[in-house]
């Protein structure tokens, strides 16, 4: 769990090639190269592993 821009984020879970990530209270999914959108933050998924999500966020 961190925290990003007074939201907090953390990983639900990966399957498929797809995350799941909770934005606040919030689920969001994303594949490698996709980019969300969920309250005040836009996340983009620029790898997603067997056991890893790295992404990059900012405000929305």
Request: a negative charge.
């Amino acid at each position: 769990m961190v925290g990003i821009f007074g939201t907090t984020i953390s990983l639900v879970g990966i399957k498929g090639g797809r995350a799941t990530i909770r934005v606040g209270d919030q689920d969001v999914s994303c594949a490698e190269g996709q980019s969300v959108t969920t309250g005040p933050l836009a996340l983009r998924c620029t790898h997603v592993g067997d056991a890893i999500v790295e992404f990059t966020a900012s405000p929305h």
